[in-house]
């Protein structure tokens, strides 16, 4: 166990809807990540968050955003679902100074597996 | 160009055998490198960093070249729970401490 835990674990949507996905990082981390997995695909880089201000973010939409709380948790946010936005959405905690050094490991929750219809 | 490149596989070895993955990366301002394993629908775990003189780990002694760019993983006496996929992930400090993680290669240990 990480002590990452996200929910939901499952969740299907239409097109054009939003969706909200939630990740409690592993104690005493304070920068959390959120990666996209599609099948057969490593996970993609989304953005990244450290001490709730982003630092760092992968080549999505304006449509993916995020939070992360004063207690270090998260949210991923998608507006405007399209099909291609099925995957395992993950999430991941590290300790360090974001953006400044090396972070070290990368503890991963279970993830959200979103489908699109 | 994608940041990190890996053959897919997959790799079907017997038990015991000894089996080698390859990766390479794009950006010569990589700063940190990592094997991560996966098994099917779970999540990623840290298998090992890598280091510029070569680190081992039991029966897995990973290498890195940074000249060639190139990261390698040597799993010897493979065992049936070897089985999962393997993930190649370089780190960048100069995009905002991004990891890149490559399409993983996938590993089937037979009896």
């Known amino acids: 166990e990480t002590g990452v835990t996200q929910s939901p674990t499952h969740l299907i949507k239409t097109r054009g809807q939003q969706v909200t996905l939630r990740c409690s990082s592993q104690?005493?981390?304070?920068?959390v990540s959120w990666y996209q997995q599609a099948l057969g695909q490593g996970p993609q880089f989304i953005f990244q968050y450290y001490r709730e201000e982003e630092n760092g973010r992968g080549n999505f939409p304006p449509r993916f955003s995020g939070l992360q709380f004063p207690n270090y948790s998260s949210e991923l946010n998608v507006n405007a679902l399209e099909l291609d936005d099925s995957a395992l959405y993950l999430c991941?905690?590290?300790?360090?100074?974001?953006?400044?050094?090396?972070?070290?490991?990368?503890?991963f929750g279970e993830g959200s597996r979103l489908t699109v219809l | 160009r994608k940041e990190v490149e890996q053959d897919p596989g997959p790799f079907n070895v017997p038990e015991g055998a000894t089996v080698a993955f390859n990766c390479t990366y794009s950006?010569?301002?990589?700063?940190?490198f990592f094997w991560y394993r996966q098994d099917c629908r779970k999540e990623p775990k840290l298998l090992m960093s890598?280091?510029?003189s070569g680190n081992e780990d039991g029966r897995f002694t990973a290498q890195l070249n940074r000249a060639s760019q190139y990261i390698s993983l040597l799993i010897r006496d493979s065992k049936l729970s070897d089985s999962a996929t393997y993930l190649c992930v370089v780190n960048m400090l100069n995009t905002g401490n991004q990891f890149y993680f490559g399409t993983g290669t996938s590993l089937t240990v037979i009896p």
């Open positions: 104690s005493g981390h304070n920068t």
């Open positions: 890598v280091y510029s």
């Open positions: 991941a905690s590290s300790s360090g100074q974001g953006g400044r050094q090396f972070i070290g490991e990368l503890f």
């Open positions: 950006n010569s301002a990589s700063q940190s």
